[in-house]
Nanobody, 121 residues
Framework: QVQLQESGPGLVKPSQTLSLTCTVI??????????WGWIRQSPRKGLEWMGA???????YYNPPLKSRTSISRDASKNQITLQLTSVTAEDAGVYYC?????????????WGQGTQVTVSS
């Protein structure tokens, strides 16, 4: 089992860029293996897959979010980062990072505890 921990600002102003970091705590699971994804949850939209990064560094994004989303990896720090530009109130919710059980899209087996993001001026 892998432990993941999300971190980042809990409050972001509209039109700004949200930056979150996921740290893989388990030392035996390098981030350059497996697919690692970002999923968010809100009362309005439910669970929404945002994107993922694979072991080759290739990234995959949910089409509606693709123009605003960037996922990257720092293997030396065992971290995966998420950037979401031009945020609006609709981007508020709980953001999770997770490790895939197979494909880049679904399912995900190991999840972080999530980090709450509020968008407000």
């Amino acid at each position: 089992q892998v432990q993941l921990q999300e971190s980042g600002p809990g409050l972001v102003k509209p039109s700004q860029t949200l930056s979150l970091t996921c740290t893989v705590i388990s030392g035996s699971t390098p981030t350059d293996r497996y697919y690692w994804g970002w999923i968010r949850q809100s009362p309005r939209k439910g669970l929404e897959w945002m994107g993922a990064i694979g072991n080759s560094g290739r990234t995959y994004y949910n089409p509606p979010l693709k123009s605003r989303t960037s996922i990257s990896r720092d293997a030396s720090k065992n971290q995966i980062t998420l950037q979401l530009t031009s945020v609006t109130a609709e981007d508020a919710g709980v953001y999770y990072c997770a490790r895939s059980l197979g494909s880049y899209y679904w399912p995900y087996g190991d999840w972080g505890q999530g980090t709450q993001v509020t968008v407000s001026s």
